[in-house]
């Protein structure tokens, strides 16, 4: 049943903001001609401050002044559709000076339609007068101003046909536009004085559009963008530089700070030499640097290729390269999963220069490293470390912008891949950090572990960033380097890891039907220290259950923890695994395979792909000891989460490698027998043209983050803010029963889902354990 139409408000003053004159938090930005103003400097600030970066940077065909007029006038015309009947009695709802029958629950009296999609309408109106904005390309713009909020053109990550959606329930049949109102004049005067557009003389327009209206002129507009030619990498470029833009203006309406300085202040913080000649020293001692880390620094690519094993002092020489790649500029340094950024920040870069962590969790990470010795909600698409598959968690937006904006001061940034790449398919955080991005050199580590859609999108990243780029692998595909310089559109300089500590003999293969634990009780029992890797956390559980009856100094870490329980995990297994300390036996899952930086005495693993294999027994001998070391090798009893061929062909890398094994076996091995991949290079930034939409950035799998039933006692009084702390990603297809927390987490039922801190999530009453 609809509900009863609303009477039409007729306000003084046209809104953007929920507050009024005489509130104390009301500003001038509050208002309709205020917060446009706000958004037009913080972008026209943008601009200007990356001046020297954004042409060259995205390979724009178009002059900085036709690029500065753009972004501009999408941020004048993003926030037009507020000029209207519903959207101006919503943001009036909980103001006490409203009148009771002007109130407009949003809930029970939804808008008829976004006020971004009533933007680009209202524009369309007036685009005979718009298109003589002085060097402004008009479609462009309008396009922009249209997917501000990333919800224009797409549900679930995928492309639907239509301008914005109706809203059912409105009670409205109509929408009413203050075209005539002082407030409305005045943004024409402001677009007259500020962009150079021609005067105007508002009249002729229809102040009141009827439903069949809006969708005429819906498609009409639509017609239009059908046929419409758009420069790629102008919008991306514009869009990207509107959505924080609009951030920093709304925040003007709250801060005590002059946001626009701080803008400046932020962004124009670049590295020096002298600022990476302290990260290195720092890490080398009295080390000289390894020739391989010297030719990284020499290379004469601006894309190179680093090809090098597990601990060659890559990272390391990263960082020589960026003494000639990165000076005057930002750095972001990728890494594939939290754990392997974590650690990139804290062994490399935290205190030496100043830098920040960025990741979905990081305060968490942080907190947990430096004291354990001692609005809008919405989701988020993240890595779960375990599967390699895409999960959902669920985030607090304004928590999203600041965090984000935690990346425009610091020189160097350490994060997931996805804080970059993601970019490219609209997720909201990378857009946030856009002002960064866009004047940084960028190093990518593990590419070999990117499934088919992150390495499509960093081939897109490849071909549309013409900045100074870092690939880091301990191998590259013959089929993943044609891809790269196709992208690039030349050569690359592929620069070879060591072959002195690539060719030492690091491994013995010994493969068993079951696990050896008197072998393992032995190697304890000289001191040494082992890793255990399972490819389901089940089977993990058990191992360190028999662990622990055994009497061993185990610990357990896996992803299905905690948040804030897996860092202490995490750490314990790193701190156990520094040298001098007692016998240690680390049993892990997937998350050894790259967040661990440790060297066992002794490896044990279930069978996995190949990639996964190298990566395990990249944490044995990795401190070489000067001979080869046992890796024991036993079949899973399941083949989830890997397809059946990639187990066999796991089981032909070990038959393939008798007595000795090297990493540059290994890798040439590798090489020569993976099969052509399929990368995904469909993105919405560069090909959805009006649409804007987040979308998955990696392939997606059945993971959920969700809150535990049995966890209630502590997340219930946890603060909004703090929710994820308590968050369990867990393995599971069917939810739809499950209960909603208000913040929108699932909540697994404690029939379901039990927990400990010592072991983690685990299921209950005899089900299927997954």
Known sequence: MKSKPIPILKPDILLAKSSMPGMPDWKGSCHFVGHTAAVVQSVTILVDTLQDFLIPQFGLSCSFEELRATARLAAYLHDWGKANSHFQMVVRNDLKSLEPQYRR?????????????????????????????????????????????????????????????????????????????????RLIRYGIRTLGLPPLQVSGLKSRWDIQMVKDKRSNMLEVFADWKADEALLAVVKALLIPGDSIGSASAQSKENLQEWMVKELEQRLTIADLQNVIDARRGTNELRQFQIDLGNSPKRVTLARAGCGTGKTLGAYNWAKTYAVGRKLFFCYPTTGTSTEGFLDYVQDEVESVLLHSRAAVDLEMATTGEEGDNGEELVIDDETGKLITIHTNEMGQKL???????????VCTVDTVLGLLQCNRRPLYCFPAIAQAAFVFDEVHCYDDALFGALLRFLKLVKAPVLLMSASFLPWQIQA????????????????????????????????????????????GKVLWVCNQVNVAIAVYQEAKRRGLNAVLYHSRFRYEDRVEHHRAVVNGFKPGGPPILAIATQVAEMSLDLSATLLVTQIADPAGLIQRLGRLNRKYCGHALDAILYPPESRYPYEAEDLKQGQRLIQAHSGEVNQAELAAWLEQSSE????????????????TYPAALREAGYTVTALLEADKDNW?????????????????????????????????????WGYSADSGAYEVNGGKKL
């Open 676 to 691: 052509q991949g399929k990368p995904k290079t469909k993105m919405v930034l560069l090909d959805g043209k009006w649409r």
């Open 105 to 185: 629950n949003p809930m029970e009296h939804p808008q008829m339609i976004r006020h971004e999609v009533a933007s680009a309408l209202l524009a369309w109106d007036f685009r005979e007068w718009l298109q003589l904005c002085p060097n402004a390309d008009f479609m462009t713009a309008l396009a922009a101003a249209g997917g501000h909020h990333l919800k224009l053109g797409g549900k679930q990550g995928k492309d639907t046909s239509e301008f914005g959606d109706f809203r059912d329930g409105s009670g409205e049949t109509d929408i009413y536009w203050y075209i005539a109102h002082p407030y409305f004049r």
């Open 403 to 413: 965090d984000s904006f935690k990346s425009w001061g610091p020189k160097v940034s």
């Open 716 to 752: 219930s009084k946890a603060k909004t803010s703090d929710l994820a702390r308590y968050a369990v990603p867990l393995t599971a297809k069917k939810t739809t029963h499950w209960a909603r927390h208000k913040k929108g987490y699932p909540i697994a039922p404690e029939k379901e």
């Open 484 to 527: 790269i310089e196709e992208a690039v559109g030349e050569q690359v300089e592929i620069i070879q890891g060591p072959k002195e500590l690539e060719e030492q003999p690091r491994y013995r293969f010994h493969q068993v039907e079951k696990p050896d634990w008197e072998r393992v009780e032995q190697e304890m029992a000289d001191g």
